[in-house]
Every structure is written in structure tokens, then in C-alpha cells.
Nanobody, 119 residues
């Protein structure tokens, strides 16, 4: 059974930083792409970042490009999302996802972690 458990969310002031982590279990971690989605109240779910298997190519949504960074530690079955220069519009619930590749990375979902950017 695939499980994804996120951590690292919280309340931060605009311009601040947070680092999210997601630990996976129940699969061969380094054979899968990993990514992050987010969803704010009243808005559609947004794919914000993905990293291919074996720490290959990465992708970012335009809304976070240059501010967020994704990387993975296959030895720890963990994917990270470093979020810098946070803005109020980054406020959302952030979900870790897993799939075969970045074109279809949302086969499995974590429960999510809340990020709130507010002065």
C-alpha cells in the first residue's frame, strides 16, 4: 500500500520561507516521479512542481518558478519542496503526489499540509 506523508507546513510572513517534506512508503521510491500540487479555497488544484525518477529533470509552474525548488533523496524515500519569497497567494493546502512520470504524477496522493502566508 502506497503511503505519502507530508510535513513542514505552517504559518509564515510574506517573504519568508518554508520547506516541505514528503516521505513515501509501499513502493520502490526511485522508480517513480514525485511532485507537489496545491489547492487554495475556491480555486482549482494546481500542479506546481515535479521531479523525475532518480533525481532527473524538474518542472515548475510559472507561478512558483525561481522561488521554489524540488529535490529528492532516494535513500530516504523523501522529496522536498523549498519555498522562498512566499506570497499571500501561495496560501493553500500542499499535496505530495507520486506517479510513473511527470506527465502522470498524480496516481497517489498524500493527505496534504497547510501553508498560510499572512502578515
Amino acid at each position: 500500500q502506497v503511503q505519502l506523508v507530508e510535513s513542514g507546513g505552517g504559518l509564515v510572513q510574506p517573504g519568508g520561507s518554508l520547506r516541505l517534506a514528503c516521505v513515501g512508503s509501499g513502493m520502490v521510491f526511485n522508480l517513480n516521479a514525485m511532485g507537489w500540487f496545491r489547492q487554495a479555497p475556491g480555486k482549482e488544484r494546481e500542479k506546481i512542481s515535479c521531479i523525475q525518477r532518480r533525481a532527473g529533470n524538474t518542472e515548475y509552474a510559472d507561478s512558483v518558478k525561481g522561488r521554489f525548488a524540488i529535490w529528492r533523496d532516494n535513500a530516504k524515500n523523501t522529496v522536498y519542496l523549498q519555498m522562498n519569497s512566499l506570497k499571500p497567494e501561495d496560501t493553500a493546502r500542499y499535496y505530495c503526489v507520486l506517479g510513473g512520470d511527470c506527465q502522470r504524477v498524480d496516481d497517489y496522493w498524500g493527505q496534504g499540509t497547510q501553508v498560510t502566508v499572512n502578515a
